[in-house]
């Protein structure tokens, strides 16, 4: 197993030792990096306008580390008169260690649909929602927050960079490596990937195993042309290594 790791940094190297540690070979190739958001200024006030019972959602690990850092730096503390939401196990956790606030998330995936089963999302008449995202995103879960009566706010706390990489030069040096696996966390990410995959070795990258996080990716994977697509139970790093080294989830 030959495992090309393209989450940022920050979040590949755990994943890279894991998959050696289990006799695989895993290389780090990050296609987007993180940095602080455009609108983290803006961010005491947006939660200052939230009243009692009002929702707050974390969409990822770098939105409660760039929110929470924001937060600290003005001596500030997170209110508990507020309802918190991850948008999985991985993001609900980190928020809990690293705010000491209670926070709710769905335990059976980390995507907006699975979010938005949880009951207490059903009906929102009169309520407000925060959104704590990267830039750009999430669409369906505010969407569909809106038509359950949520009046919906963002707050863009991180945000993505592509990184770019030489397109021959790249795919000269993963063909090499024969890698068999690629690990893909995000649409924009396969986006970035399938750029940079050159036309004269398109089959070769289409037949590797493609390990992606969500259905929605799958579905972008498999119109793009790759034809062996495995949907890991969530974005944290024990899911995507338990989809690795698994031989039964249809991929």
């Not at 495992?3 to 895993?26: D, K, M, Q, Y």
């Not at 993180?34 to 990822?60: H, M, R, T, W, Y």
């Not at 030489?166 to 893909?184: G, L, M, Y």
Request: charged share 20%; glycine share 8%.
């Amino acid at each position: 197993m030959r495992v090309l790791v393209t989450r940022p940094e920050a979040t590949s190297s755990e994943l890279i030792a894991a998959i050696n540690a289990i006799g695989g070979e895993a290389y780090a190739s990050p296609l987007i990096s993180i940095g602080p958001g455009a609108e983290l200024s803006q961010l005491i006030a947006k939660l200052n306008n939230l009243e009692n019972s009002d929702l707050v959602f974390l969409l990822s690990k770098n939105a409660v580390w760039y929110a929470n850092l924001t937060l600290e730096q003005a001596g500030r503390n997170w209110s508990d008169k507020l309802s918190y939401y991850g948008i999985g196990r991985s993001t609900g956790q980190y928020f809990q260690r690293t705010t000491g606030q209670t926070i709710c998330w769905a335990d059976h995936g980390e995507t907006s649909e699975i979010l938005l089963t949880l009951p207490e999302l059903q009906f929102l008449e009169g309520k407000r929602a925060l959104l704590l995202r990267g830039n750009g995103g999430r669409e369906l879960l505010a969407s569909t927050l809106r038509a359950r009566g949520a009046q919906v706010d963002y707050c863009e706390c991180y945000a993505r960079h592509p990184v770019y990489y030489e397109k021959t030069a790249f795919n000269q040096k993963w063909s090499q490596a024969n890698i068999s696996d690629i690990v893909i966390t995000s649409g924009q990410m396969l986006t970035l990937l399938n750029e940079l995959i050159a036309e004269d070795i398109k089959e070769w990258w289409f037949s590797r195993r493609l390990i992606v996080v969500s259905e929605r990716i799958a579905d972008q994977a498999r119109q793009s042309g790759w034809h062996r697509v495995c949907v890991a139970n969530s974005a944290d790093n024990n899911a995507l290594l338990e989809a690795l080294i698994s031989t039964d989830m249809g991929c």
